[in-house]
């Protein structure tokens, strides 16, 4: 190809390199020069221009992009029509992207004239989307290197093909232990059921069995006998060792485990297994989430009925650092905290009271004292230590029903903006070796030294528990105790919103702590709530 600038006399025939745009003139670059163009040029005063010229033996962009582009596609896959040198591939059928990575690598390397662009290998793709492009840089290539890139193409035909989903029944077994809330199965089922979609799989058998080897190996007879294609079991507690109780059972059925672990985080706690010529996967606990994660990886493939040896989930480490997450060990610069956690309370205490039509309720007397006191004298008798109070609408009343109290008092200015506003005083105002904060509301009276000690009791860094809750009849309530970790999160709530969706949020590294009583439902929001309470506490 002939690459230069010429006179305009002299471009006829010539392929424009730029775009020109001089007064009324637009000349698009790839405008192949003729005599209107030449005409137009001269009109406007341009002396010359840079055109291309293929020379014999050369193949236009257009057509070298295609020919390589019908050569690379497989089954499932289909190419647009060349334009501007490009010409891209699409899915037919939803799937899983299969590429022939070494053979892409050698196209690439024939001519830096030819490009071959293509998605992450399996991604799973739905009809119509975009997978690959084959891109030639020049406006033309030698006729040898459009025939080596085609060349080399079908030598390792496809080098690109979408996999269609082909397994469509799938057994979900969750295995139980005592703590294990119901709401987090039916989440998990809810959460695995929208993973499956988009394959077009269904859930067609489920069960819910003890954490044990003999009630395991019953259910996977029964799912197994009932049609599933795929099993996926997700147990209360992650598999430890190749002898924990899911490969076992897996083994009394006469199934093979073919590969446990994997070196993607989070999902480093999969199994892999046969069981009777069906692949089973022993879920790792961040499958439990909708994120994205290594489950996905290996469950999609699955699904497209492709194999998954053990060399394709080891050879899954670089790039398998997926997302930091709060349960994952943080560097530290001292020792390991001990068991005897350092744990500060924050009252919030600068709310306006609005559904009471007028009163501030923190300043309410129950039993002769103010509900917010209330509040503190029960963090000050827990372990808690120490007791931060947030003060905003009548700060100065409300401070001064906390007199002689060993509380520190925290002003928030902007209370008016929101619940948001006050916790993010209430956490900045924790010491820096606080492991973390437990979060009372001032308003819940009930709320006493007992049961914050439940709280922090629960509160164990090393085995992940790092948000406590308390949980009565499968209701969460307050206060929440958070560990340091969060304090990000909880610093950058705006508005009128409280913490809730964090737990919602990482899931995984909260704990329940089963409570008795009222106490941690139970707020005082209306005049009517505030009476029924005096009356049920004093009696009256």
Same mark, same amino acid.
């Given at each position: 190809?002939?690459?230069?600038?010429?006179?305009?006399?002299?471009?006829? #025939?010539? &392929?424009?390199?730029?775009?020109?745009?001089?007064?009324?003139?637009?000349?698009?670059?790839? $405008?192949?020069?003729?005599?209107?163009?030449?005409?137009?040029?001269?009109?406007?005063?341009?002396?010359?221009?840079? &055109?291309?010229?293929?020379?014999?033996?050369?193949?236009?962009?257009?057509?070298?992009? %295609?020919?390589?582009?019908?050569?690379?596609?497989?089954?499932?896959?289909?190419?647009?029509?060349?334009?501007?040198?490009?010409?891209?591939?699409?899915?037919?059928?939803?799937?899983?992207?299969?590429?022939?990575? !070494?053979?892409?690598?050698?196209?690439?390397?024939?001519?830096?004239?030819?490009?071959?662009?293509?998605? =992450?290998?399996?991604?799973?793709?739905?009809? %119509?989307?975009?997978?690959?492009?084959?891109?030639?840089?020049?406006?033309?290539?030698?006729?040898?290197?459009?025939?080596?890139?085609?060349?080399?193409?079908?030598?390792?035909?496809?080098?690109?093909?979408?996999?269609?989903?082909?397994?469509?029944?799938? *057994?979900?077994?969750?295995?139980?232990?005592? #703590?294990? !809330?119901?709401?987090? &199965?039916?989440?998990?089922? @809810?959460?695995?059921?929208?993973?499956? !979609?988009?394959?077009?799989?269904?859930?067609?058998?489920?069960?819910?069995? =003890?954490?044990?080897?003999?009630?395991?190996?019953?259910?996977?007879?029964?799912?197994?006998?009932?049609?599933?294609?795929?099993?996926?079991?997700?147990?209360?507690?992650?598999?430890?060792?190749?002898?924990?109780?899911?490969?076992?059972?897996?083994?009394?059925?006469?199934?093979?485990?073919?590969?446990?672990?994997?070196?993607?985080?989070?999902?480093?706690?999969?199994?892999?297994?046969?069981?009777?010529?069906?692949?089973?996967?022993?879920?790792?606990?961040?499958?439990?989430?909708?994120?994205?994660?290594?489950?996905?990886?290996?469950?999609?493939?699955?699904?497209? *009925?492709? /194999?998954?040896?053990?060399?394709?989930?080891?050879?899954?480490?670089?790039? *398998?650092?997926?997302?930091?997450?709060? $349960?994952?060990?943080?560097?530290?610069?001292?020792?390991?905290?001990?068991?005897?956690?350092?744990?500060?309370?924050?009252?919030?205490?600068?709310?306006?009271?609005?559904?009471?039509?007028? =009163?501030?309720?923190?300043?309410?007397?129950?039993? *002769?004292?103010?509900?917010?006191?209330?509040?503190?004298?029960?963090?000050?008798?827990?372990?808690?230590?120490?007791?931060?109070?947030?003060?905003?609408?009548?700060?100065?009343?409300?401070?001064?029903?906390?007199?002689?109290?060993?509380? @520190?008092?925290?002003?928030?200015?902007?209370?008016?903006?929101?619940?948001?506003?006050?916790?993010?005083?209430?956490?900045?105002?924790?010491? =820096?070796?606080?492991?973390?904060?437990?979060?009372?509301?001032?308003?819940?009276?009930?709320?006493?030294?007992?049961?914050?000690?439940?709280?922090?009791?629960?509160?164990? +860094?090393?085995?992940?528990?790092?948000?406590? &809750?308390?949980?009565?009849?499968?209701?969460?309530?307050?206060?929440?105790?958070?560990?340091?970790?969060?304090?990000?999160?909880?610093?950058?709530?705006? %508005?009128?919103?409280?913490?809730?969706?964090?737990?919602?949020?990482?899931?995984?590294?909260?704990? /329940?702590? +089963?409570?008795?009583?009222?106490?941690?439902?139970?707020?005082?929001?209306?005049?009517?709530?505030?009476?029924?309470?005096?009356?049920?506490?004093?009696?009256?």
């Amino acid at each position: 190809m002939k690459f230069g600038a010429v006179p305009i006399a002299e471009a006829e #025939g010539g &392929v424009a390199v730029h775009s020109i745009r001089q007064a009324s003139l637009v000349l698009k670059k790839g $405008t192949v020069i003729g005599p209107s163009e030449i005409k137009a040029l001269e009109a406007a005063g341009i002396p010359e221009i840079v &055109v291309a010229r293929l020379e014999p033996g050369d193949v236009s962009e257009d057509i070298a992009a %295609g020919d390589i582009a019908a050569a690379v596609a497989g089954e499932g896959v289909r190419v647009d029509r060349a334009f501007t040198g490009r010409a891209n591939l699409f899915s037919e059928v939803p799937g899983v992207l299969v590429v022939n990575k !070494a053979a892409i690598d050698a196209l690439n390397l024939i001519d830096e004239a030819v490009t071959f662009a293509t998605l =992450p290998a399996f991604k799973p793709v739905v009809a %119509g989307e975009m997978l690959a492009t084959v891109k030639i840089i020049p406006f033309s290539v030698a006729g040898a290197v459009r025939d080596a890139a085609v060349s080399v193409a079908r030598a390792a035909a496809p080098l690109v093909k979408v996999a269609p989903y082909r397994i469509r029944k799938v *057994g979900v077994i969750s295995t139980m232990l005592p #703590g294990l !809330a119901t709401k987090v &199965v039916e989440k998990t089922m @809810k959460v695995t059921a929208e993973r499956l !979609a988009p394959a077009g799989a269904v859930i067609v058998a489920e069960r819910r069995i =003890p954490h044990d080897k003999d009630a395991l190996v019953q259910a996977l007879e029964e799912v197994l006998r009932e049609g599933s294609e795929l099993v996926i079991v997700f147990g209360a507690s992650a598999i430890a060792d190749r002898r924990d109780v899911i490969p076992a059972a897996v083994e009394a059925i006469g199934g093979r485990v073919e590969h446990f672990g994997m070196p993607v985080d989070p999902g480093n706690l999969l199994l892999l297994a046969d069981a009777r010529g069906r692949p089973l996967l022993g879920a790792p606990g961040c499958a439990r989430s909708p994120k994205e994660n290594g489950f996905d990886w290996v469950l999609m493939r699955l699904l497209a *009925g492709l /194999e998954v040896p053990r060399e394709a989930i080891t050879g899954l480490g670089v790039g *398998g650092l997926l997302m930091e997450i709060v $349960t994952r060990p943080q560097p530290r610069d001292e020792p390991v905290v001990p068991a005897d956690h350092h744990i500060a309370a924050v009252v919030l205490a600068a709310g306006r009271s609005t559904r009471m039509g007028g =009163p501030n309720k923190l300043l309410a007397e129950i039993g *002769g004292k103010p509900l917010v006191r209330i509040a503190a004298e029960q963090a000050l008798a827990s372990r808690a230590s120490p007791v931060i109070v947030v003060t905003g609408h009548q700060n100065e009343r409300v401070s001064a029903a906390l007199a002689d109290l060993p509380v @520190k008092v925290v002003h928030n200015p902007d209370f008016a903006s929101g619940l948001g506003g006050s916790l993010k005083a209430g956490i900045a105002a924790v010491p =820096p070796d606080a492991d973390g904060a437990v979060v009372c509301l001032g308003d819940m009276p009930q709320v006493d030294a007992a049961l914050i000690n439940q709280l922090i009791a629960g509160f164990d +860094p090393e085995k992940g528990a790092l948000a406590v &809750v308390p949980v009565l009849g499968g209701r969460r309530g307050n206060p929440v105790l958070w560990s340091r970790r969060f304090f990000p999160d909880l610093m950058a709530i705006e %508005g009128d919103v409280g913490a809730r969706h964090l737990i919602g949020r990482y899931n995984e590294a909260v704990v /329940e702590v +089963p409570v008795t009583g009222k106490a941690a439902l139970i707020d005082v929001d209306t005049p009517e709530a505030l009476r029924g309470l005096k009356a049920e506490l004093e009696g009256g």
